[in-house]
């Protein structure tokens, strides 16, 4: 994909169907992005979130909400909300970034949350928390590294 302007890109719920494109999106970006900076143990854990059956156990349930970004029929982006206000993934697939794939998501995400919420939390990686600042969060103190991930806790606030 060469370009990919927003107005190409259509933004919805995912559905048990898109398992498979999930996990697949979301293993890739964390190998790249992320496993590098976590211990063997702690990557290792990572990728078992991000399996097909991890996917589909979240798209089934009531505690997450998914939504997904597809340009010509693919999947290039998604975002997963844990209830009631951590955004748990926000991934934008490589050939997709930096063209407001991942601003997008997170505008879906903040449209189909409670208008009374005071605001969101993320853990970011270290990759990813630059992305985080752009989108408006504002992180909570230093990274921090459990069971050999680091991350960096941020929160947006309306």
Same mark, same amino acid.
């Given at each position: ?17 898109? +398992? ?16 590098? %900076? ?5 990557? +290792?854990?990572?990728?078992? $979130?991000?399996?097909?059956?991890? +996917?589909?156990?979240? $798209? ?5 909400? +998914? ?35 991942? *601003? $997008? ?34 992180? %909570? ?15 947006? *606030?309306?």
């Amino acid at each position: 994909m060469a370009t990919t302007p927003s107005d190409l890109i259509a933004v919805r719920a995912a559905t048990v169907a898109d +398992t498979a494109a999930i996990s697949a999106l979301t293993m890739a970006s964390m190998q790249r992005w992320i496993a590098g %900076d976590c211990t063997a143990e702690g990557a +290792t854990a990572l990728a078992a $979130l991000m399996t097909p059956e991890a +996917t589909r156990e979240r $798209l089934a349930g009531d505690a997450y909400r +998914t939504w997904v970004a597809e340009c010509d029929g693919a999947v290039v982006g998604v975002a997963a909300l844990r209830f009631p206000a951590h955004l748990y993934h926000l991934f934008v697939a490589d050939d997709a970034q930096r063209r407001g794939v991942a *601003r $997008l998501l997170w505008s879906a995400v903040r449209a189909a949350v409670s208008p009374g919420l005071d605001g969101f939390t993320v853990n970011a990686s270290r990759h990813g928390v630059e992305a985080y600042r752009r989108l408006g969060f504002v992180a %909570d103190g230093p990274e921090t590294v459990e069971h050999g991930i680091p991350a960096t806790p941020m929160h947006w *606030r309306g």
